[in-house]
């Protein structure tokens, strides 16, 4: 007799942003209520107005809302939810809120508290990884935590190493160390940004291997003892330990060598009784060779990949397993068709050391098309605070093949329009065009290595063009009657200023003083641009006398030149908060000497941490700020007096 399957009623969805949207989805899709929670800087967001029901949580600070245990639990008592779903980030991964659950009477919507603890912990990972006979690296994973440990042990592994927090993940707290003399800077400021994103300082040493792969893979298990594999995933494109190109299934990869990481992910989950969803992580090598790296114990921010090439709806297993069902399916039922491409969309600005963005998103308009799928939680109107993380939206394509689902993923990439602020589309179009992507020559080393290409080629100076015509068109793109056969006007790009000088050679043909021809002509909402008879992709914004242009998939935020950019006394802008965020420390001291690139203060924002080093030698005259302040956009974190000859 088949035992009937038991569903939830009511969730609270303990996040925000496109996976607090994803997971709504779902349910609704199922039937069962969802709750949403907000802070002050999230009253109008769209997880808020997906929801069945809305609560307050608290101030902006996530640990005074998203972090807050006792805050989600109180309200979801009070909401009457039978279950939570944490999300990913936040508290997905914090045993104290799945134990919490537990004695309230709400389900959990992940793996125990205990499983949590193990693999929180990565050294204690690493222990239980040992004995599962999954491969490892060498490292160290002790409990000592003092300098001269740490020092020692890295002598031992040799460089070059990573310095890793023990707790957490997402790239916080991860340092490559290359040689010894930085050893220390990499262990301090490894703490500090462990002890900010995950309250815990502990890390751990690890043999870094400079040519590996990051390969991934899914695994679900029940509370009834079953455990399967879904796919593996290649997740080599990093950029700072942060993930931005994922697909499925890794390319290259032997039938052999995805049974036995398959297998070996098993063994790793029901090493610590695992239940839900799960990801373990390794490295691989040039030889084919795998080792763990972590286990994180809740969904994947990659998870539709692996969606896609299954057909199945892990958020629906997730939310089976919680309500006590066993596994769907088995692992001689679960498939692979096709190939998935996932990029992740955040607001940063990659021609400023990629330092996140914030703003109102003045237009958004994502296209549609076969194997397109966009996860998003964001709006036309929306505004990207400091608060959070600075991803906005995840943009997926699915095809038959790898070269079909990367065919897809540039199509959706090109036809998506994002105003208002700075974001990395036109760098990630850059990524998905390199050919050493297409050939799937991929390692984690790949974005580092090609930077210098991937964020070169910008047409500034066209760009400007066009700011000039659009800024004397009518509404229409027709030219005023008495338009002048000379047009020179001078732009401001960031610290650059852009002189412009077109000849009108004909109705709306013009000349640049390069001698490229330029047409612009109506089309839309956007004009469209011809340069010496080829068209150009081009997609326009005006903010007041502001012009926000895409150039071929580059963007400009252009402004009106004005000659008091230039006055003296002005603030250098090296030495100011690059965005709203958090004082951390002084480095330097009142009065001390300091050379050109010395690092002098330490800020933290949308989770990561940033130092201001110094444009030139001088002498440390102010230091404002002590740790914890908070600072906003331009503000002033110490002051220089000139070096004496």
């Known amino acids: 007799m088949n035992t009937p399957k038991q569903s939830l009623t009511k969730v609270l969805v303990a996040n925000r942003g496109e996976i607090a949207c994803r997971v709504m989805a779902t349910c609704q899709e199922l039937g069962i209520a969802t709750v949403a929670v907000y802070s002050d800087a999230d009253i109008n967001a769209q997880h808020v107005q997906?929801?069945?029901?809305?609560?307050?949580?608290?101030?902006?600070?996530?640990?005074?809302?998203y972090l807050d245990v006792d805050k989600i639990l109180a309200v979801a008592k009070q909401a009457g939810c039978d279950a939570i779903h944490p999300g990913y980030g936040f508290l997905s991964e914090n045993p104290t809120l799945a134990r919490a659950c537990g004695e309230h009477g709400i389900a959990f919507i992940g793996p125990s508290a205990e499983a949590i603890e193990q693999m929180g912990s990565k050294?204690?990972?690493?222990?239980?990884?040992?004995?599962?006979?999954?491969?490892?690296?060498?490292?160290?994973?002790?409990?000592?935590?003092?300098?001269?440990?740490?020092?020692?042990?890295?002598?031992?592994?040799?460089?070059?190493?990573?310095?890793?927090?023990?707790?957490?993940?997402?790239?916080?707290?991860?340092?490559?160390?290359e040689r010894h003399a930085d050893l220390q800077a990499a262990l301090d400021s490894a703490r500090r940004e462990a002890q900010s994103a995950f309250g815990n300082p502990q890390l751990l040493l690890e043999r870094y291997l400079i040519s590996a792969r990051h390969v991934e893979v899914q695994v679900f298990a029940d509370n009834h003892g079953n455990a399967v594999y879904l796919s593996d995933r290649d997740c080599s494109l990093q950029r700072r330990h942060q993930k931005v190109v994922e697909e499925a299934p890794a390319p290259g990869l032997s039938d052999e060598l995805r049974q036995q990481m398959g297998e070996a992910s098993v063994r790793a989950a029901k090493a610590i009784n695992y239940s839900g969803a799960g990801t373990i992580e390794y490295l691989l090598d040039s030889q084919g060779r795998f080792y763990f790296m972590e286990m994180n114990t809740r969904l994947q921010v990659e998870h539709p990949v692996t969606e896609l090439v299954t057909g199945q709806d892990l958020v629906a297993w997730q939310l089976s397993v919680a309500a006590g069902n066993p596994l769907p399916l088995t692992q001689s039922e679960l498939s692979v068709q096709g190939h998935a491409m996932e990029v992740r969309l955040y607001a940063e600005d990659p021609a400023n050391d990629f330092i996140p963005a914030t703003g109102t998103i003045a237009k958004l308009r994502w296209p549609q098309g076969a194997g397109f799928r966009i996860d998003s939680g964001i709006a036309e109107g929306d505004s990207i605070t400091a608060y959070y993380d600075p991803m906005l939206a995840k943009l997926i394509a699915y095809g038959a093949d790898r070269q079909q689902a990367l065919a897809r993923l540039r199509q959706l990439l090109r036809g998506t329009e994002l105003f208002g602020l700075s974001h990395n589309l036109p760098y990630l179009a850059k990524v998905l065009a390199h050919p050493e992507f297409a050939a799937a020559n991929l390692d984690t080393g790949f974005l580092p290595r090609h930077q210098p290409e991937l964020l070169a080629g910008s047409q500034p100076q066209l760009a400007a063009a066009v700011a000039s015509l659009l800024s004397c068109q009518q509404p229409q793109l027709g030219f005023r009657l008495n338009a002048p056969a000379q047009l020179q006007q001078q732009w401001q790009l960031g610290e650059q200023r852009l002189e412009v000088a077109l000849t009108e050679l004909s109705d709306s043909v013009w000349q640049t003083a390069a001698g490229q021809q330029l047409q612009l002509l109506a089309n839309g909402d956007s004009p469209r641009l011809i340069v010496d008879g080829q068209p150009q992709l081009l997609r326009t914004h005006q903010h007041g006398d502001s012009w926000e242009i895409q150039l071929n998939q580059q963007r400009y935020l252009l402004a009106p030149y004005q000659h008091q950019a230039e006055a003296a006394g002005a603030c250098d802008k090296a030495l100011q908060?690059?965005?709203?965020?958090?004082?951390?420390?002084?480095?330097?001291?009142?009065?001390?000497?300091?050379?050109?690139?010395?690092?002098?203060?330490?800020m933290e924002a949308m989770k990561m941490e940033y130092t201001i080093k110094a444009p030139n030698d001088g002498t440390v005259a102010e230091l404002p700020f002590n740790s914890g302040d908070l600072v906003s956009d331009g503000t002033q974190l110490v002051a220089l007096a000139e070096a004496e000859a």
Do not use: C, W
Request: hydrophobic share 45%.
């Open 50 to 65: 997906q929801a069945d029901e809305a609560l307050y949580l608290g101030a902006a600070e996530a640990k005074h809302s």
């Open 123 to 177: 050294s204690a990972a690493k222990l239980i990884m040992e004995t599962a006979q999954v491969p490892m690296l060498p490292g160290y994973h002790g409990n000592a935590q003092d300098d001269a440990t740490l020092t020692v042990e890295a002598e031992k592994i040799g460089y070059p190493l990573l310095v890793k927090a023990a707790f957490g993940g997402g790239g916080k707290g991860m340092r490559i160390v």
């Open 577 to 602: 908060a690059p965005m709203n965020g958090t004082f951390i420390a002084n480095l330097v001291k009142l009065g001390e000497a300091v050379s050109a690139g010395q690092p002098l203060v330490v």
